[in-house]
């Protein structure tokens, strides 16, 4: 070890060598970033403005996409950098702060899943108690909780990995500094590390899934109760947004991190992360403005309010 040299500097390979697919590349994921960007802003505002979007639910909504924000933030403004410059190169430190903010704020949202789906389950199956049970005061502990969970999930195995010594080769074949790409360089055997990542992977990932899946079976069973067509489908639909947007997130999320991580390919990874980091992010805040009746109608005022005020001014 004394006569290795320690990395400075990481490579990330990113997608292509090619110019002028990089270029490319560049224009696709920077219109995605914007519209990521804009449409996550959009949700803050609307659930910040409108009076009737003053609830639990478009509470953590609005939480949930400024964790959008932060977590799609971690890793694509250096991919724009690198297409755009046709650089490569990223720093020790910077590469390991942008794998700590992914993985933390990448955490915390499964907790705030978790979270939203314990409100609907509250607000469907126990809907007289809900007002005094999701208080605003729960409800910033819920918050405040996913944050410390997230952050505090990820230190110790992050820590130890960051003490790992890097005096090989320095080449990351993935877009941004991923942990399972790290433990592939590292110059000393990883396999705990390797195993404790996988055991805390499935325990947020499938732990906050299992109270996931026990809500909506009882929502499922509540609403199944309802003697009205009509009641049973405006029950559903309070859940619909919320319901697609958990089966995007785990979905891909289970294929990278419960797999232990020498099962797949980086290539493999690369390829579902970009669903992951930079597909989702832009989905979400369309998924409830679309399917969401008050967000639609918050929508039209805002627009119309737009449109009406230059008139009168």
């Known amino acids: 070890m004394e006569n290795q040299t320690a990395v400075t500097e990481f490579i990330l390979l990113g ?44 509470f953590f909504l609005r939480n949930f996409s400024l964790l959008e924000i932060g977590f799609t933030s971690a890793s694509i403004p250096k991919v724009l950098f690198n297409l755009a410059s046709g650089l490569q190169s ?5 590469c390991f702060a942008q794998c700590l903010f992914y993985l933390i704020v990448g955490t ?4 705030l899943l978790a979270a939203m789906s314990f409100d609907r389950y509250v607000a469907i199956c126990n809907p007289l108690q809900y007002a005094s049970i999701m208080s605003s005061h729960f409800c910033n502990w819920l918050v405040l909780g996913s944050w410390l969970i997230g952050f505090g999930y990820v230190l110790v195995p992050l820590v130890l990995l960051f003490r790992l010594p890097f005096c090989g ?8 500094c991923d942990n399972a790409a790290l ?11 390797r195993l404790l990542a996988f055991l805390l992977a499935t325990g947020s990932i499938l732990g906050t899934l299992a109270i996931t899946v026990f809500s909506y079976f009882k929502i499922i069973s509540a609403v199944m109760r309802i003697p009205s067509m009509a009641g049973r489908q405006k029950a559903f ?25 020498g099962s797949s390919r980086l290539d493999v990874r690369k390829n579902v992360a970009v669903l992951n980091s930079i597909v989702h992010p832009l989905f979400n805040p369309f ?12 929508l039209k005022e805002a ?11």
């Open 15 to 58: 997608f292509t060598d090619v110019r002028w697919l990089q270029i490319l590349l560049f224009v696709l994921f920077l219109i995605t970033y914007i519209l990521t960007l804009a449409g996550n802003i959009f949700i803050i505002s609307i659930t910040l403005l409108d009076r009737r979007l003053q609830t639990p639910m478009y």
């Open 90 to 94: 990223i720093s020790v430190a910077g």
């Open 108 to 111: 915390a949202e499964f907790f």
């Open 169 to 176: 080769p320095n080449i990351i074949n993935h877009f941004f």
């Open 183 to 193: 433990l592939q360089l590292a110059c000393t055997d990883t396999q705990l590390l």
């Open 237 to 261: 639909a309070t859940c619909a947004s919320h319901f697609t947007m958990v089966s995007m997130a785990y979905g891909s999320c289970i294929f990278l991190y419960i797999k232990p991580m």
């Open 287 to 298: 998924i409830y403005s679309l399917r969401n009746k008050q967000v639609k109608e918050a």
């Open 303 to 313: 627009v119309r309010w737009i449109t009406v005020f230059p008139k009168s001014s």
